[in-house]
């Protein structure tokens, strides 16, 4: 059974720091792409980091442009973990923020939400003074 499990979210002064962390379990990190969605209030999920099961092979990680620079996603293959290193944090950051994996997905949808198959139930990531 697959399971996808966010931690690390939390309330951020502008300008700050946080690390998510996606524990994945029932699925080989080496034979998924994984992405990083979030959703704020009243908003739809949108995608914003994403990494195939190539990596870097097929010219990934990608990022949405309000946060190239600024987020990096990777993984640890001998933690079966998916992290993204959130930098310059701003309000507009505010959402609550998943991990999604899917064995098959193409590069022109990984940042699509719809293509995913596995989801976490996510973490609330709130920046604010």
């Known amino acids: 059974q697959v399971h996808l499990v966010e931690s690390g979210g939390g309330l951020v002064q502008p300008g700050g720091s946080l690390r998510l962390s996606c524990a994945v379990s029932g699925i080989d990190l080496n034979e998924y792409s994984f992405g990083w969605f979030r959703q704020a209030p009243g908003k739809e999920r949108e995608g914003i980091a994403c990494i195939s099961s190539k990596g870097e092979r097929d010219g990934g990680p990608f990022y949405r442009e309000s946060v190239k620079g600024r987020f990096t996603i990777s993984r640890d293959k001998s933690k079966n973990t998916l992290y993204l290193q959130m930098n310059s944090l701003t309000p507009e950051d505010t959402g609550v923020y998943y991990c999604?994996?899917?064995?098959?997905?193409?590069?022109?949808?990984?940042?699509?939400?719809?293509?995913?198959?596995?989801w976490g139930q996510g973490t609330q990531v709130t920046v604010s003074s």
């Open positions: 999604a994996a899917d064995p098959s997905i193409i590069l022109s949808s990984m940042f699509e939400s719809r293509h995913y198959h596995y």
